[in-house]
Each structure stands twice: as structure tokens, then as C-alpha cells.
């Protein structure tokens, strides 16, 4: 697929089309950066674009009456926001945030509706991507559950990890605490026992991978289940 700009194509449900579908759809998407904190859709907001990351990390999150938050599931480059859109249509279930900064490729449903009724593909490959983000959220309510903070602090770090080009990526302690329904001091807890302990490196909210294996030990079994639903 032609980048749209310079901005590099590489999310997983565009670049596994046929040439044909690609080609119809890279002539029609608006390609950008978006930023950390960046609210793409507010829950009950109509849906009128589907968004496809190339490189960071969407939450879609759950906001309680009392202040507290938790992610339902989480969307990179293996992945698309919107796949309500494929399933009767209808309007955000979710409030999606970026979490870690990236680029994505934006699709309005009226191409994306054309895109769908002339190219098998497309649905095929969008309808295997939301089987999986549903396996995603069924095995977040157990890991929230069953696991500890350090299991999936670390889960949730492999995650990004997997998503980002490189080792180094923009990551706040907040936005981890938001997304993992934790406190604030327990993830800066965990991430300095991380450190101490050669796995990562943090600092003015730049965190490092260090020692890749080594965070996968720390993680929970939902970390490899997840993977192994997904297209990454």
C-alpha cells in the first residue's frame, strides 16, 4: 500500500488486503499523527471515520460516576477503532484515548461501506480482527480479576512494546494508572522495581524497554493468549 504522505503504512488489517483493496482504500484514507491524551471518540459519539494505527496505542476506556477508570481493551497496529461499523453500525460503546503517541489512517464509513460491498477481503479481514478484540476483552475481565499489579503492569507494557517502533517510546505513569485502574504510586512502585532490576528504564516519561525476556517473565499467561488472538 502507498503511504498517504510520508507517514509510513503498516497496520496489519490494511497490508494483509489484496493489492486491489489496498489500492482503493490507500487513495481514500487521511493519514495523521496523533498525539498522548488525544480522545478520538467520546462514548455515544457516531461513528464517521474508521481508524487504523500504523504505530501507538488506543485504550478504550470505561469511566466511572466516581473518578475511577479501567481499559476494556486496547488497539494498535494489529487492529481498527470503529468495527461497530461492520456489525450493524452505530455509535461509540467505548470513549477511545491515545495512550501512547503513533499515526493512523482515518476512513469514512461511506468509503469504507463501499469498500466492504466490492472486496471480500476487507469484511473477512475486519470481521477476524474483531473476533479477536473480543477475546482481547474477555481475558481482560480475568486479568483484572485474577492478577497482580506487577503481572499486568507488565502484560500491559509487552503490549505497547509490540506496537511501537523501536524500544523507546512516550508513555505517562498516569495514563497507565488510568488504563490499569491502579494508583498512581503502585504503578511508579512497580515500574522502579522494574528499573532497579535492569528491565526497563524511565525517565521525564520516556520509558525504555531494556530487557525484553525479562518483562515477559513478569507478565500474566493473558499476555501470550492475546498475542496469539491477534494479528501482530
Known amino acids: 500500500m502507498t503511504p498517504n504522505g510520508t507517514l509510513p503504512i503498516r497496520n496489519r488489517i490494511l497490508t494483509a488486503l489484496r493489492p486491489a483493496a489496498q489500492d482503493f482504500i490507500s487513495k481514500r484514507v487521511l493519514t495523521r499523527p496523533f498525539s498522548a491524551g488525544e480522545v478520538i471518540y467520546e462514548v455515544g459519539a457516531p461513528f464517521t471515520h474508521a481508524v487504523f494505527p500504523h504505530e501507538g496505542s488506543l485504550s478504550l476506556m470505561a469511566f466511572m460516576e466516581d473518578g475511577r477508570s479501567v481499559e476494556k481493551a486496547s488497539i494498535g497496529l494489529e487492529g481498527f477503532l470503529g468495527f461497530v461499523l461492520i456489525m450493524g453500525g452505530g455509535s461509540a460503546i467505548s470513549t477511545s484515548v491515545a495512550r501512547v503517541p503513533g499515526h493512523a489512517s482515518w476512513l469514512s464509513i461511506e468509503d469504507l461501506d463501499e469498500a466492504l460491498a466490492e472486496f471480500v477481503c476487507v469484511r473477512?479481514?475486519?470481521?477476524?480482527?474483531?473476533?479477536?478484540?473480543?477475546?482481547?476483552?474477555?481475558?481482560?475481565?480475568?486479568?483484572?480479576?485474577?492478577?497482580?499489579?506487577?503481572?499486568?503492569?507488565?502484560?500491559?507494557?509487552?503490549?505497547?512494546?509490540?506496537?511501537?517502533?523501536?524500544?523507546?517510546?512516550?508513555?505517562?505513569?498516569?495514563?497507565?494508572?488510568?488504563?490499569?485502574?491502579?494508583?498512581?504510586?503502585?504503578?511508579?512502585?512497580?515500574?522502579?522495581?522494574?528499573?532497579?532490576?535492569?528491565?526497563?528504564?524511565?525517565?521525564?516519561?520516556?520509558?525504555?524497554?531494556?530487557?525484553?525476556?525479562?518483562?515477559?517473565?513478569?507478565?500474566?499467561?493473558?499476555?501470550?493468549?492475546?498475542?496469539?488472538?491477534?494479528?501482530?
Open 124 to 232: 473477512e479481514t475486519m470481521l477476524r480482527y474483531a473476533k479477536a478484540l473480543i477475546s482481547q476483552t474477555m481475558e481482560s475481565v480475568a486479568c483484572n480479576s485474577l492478577h497482580s499489579a506487577e503481572q499486568r503492569i507488565a502484560r500491559w507494557l509487552l503490549h505497547v512494546h509490540d506496537r511501537v517502533q523501536g524500544d523507546r517510546f512516550l508513555l505517562t505513569q498516569q495514563a497507565m494508572a488510568e488504563s490499569l485502574g491502579l494508583r498512581r504510586a503502585t504503578v511508579s512502585d512497580i515500574c522502579s522495581q522494574f528499573q532497579r532490576a535492569g528491565l526497563l528504564d524511565y525517565s521525564r516519561g520516556v520509558l525504555t524497554v531494556v530487557e525484553r525476556a525479562a518483562l515477559e517473565s513478569k507478565a500474566c499467561e493473558c499476555y501470550r493468549r492475546v498475542r496469539l488472538t491477534s494479528l501482530l
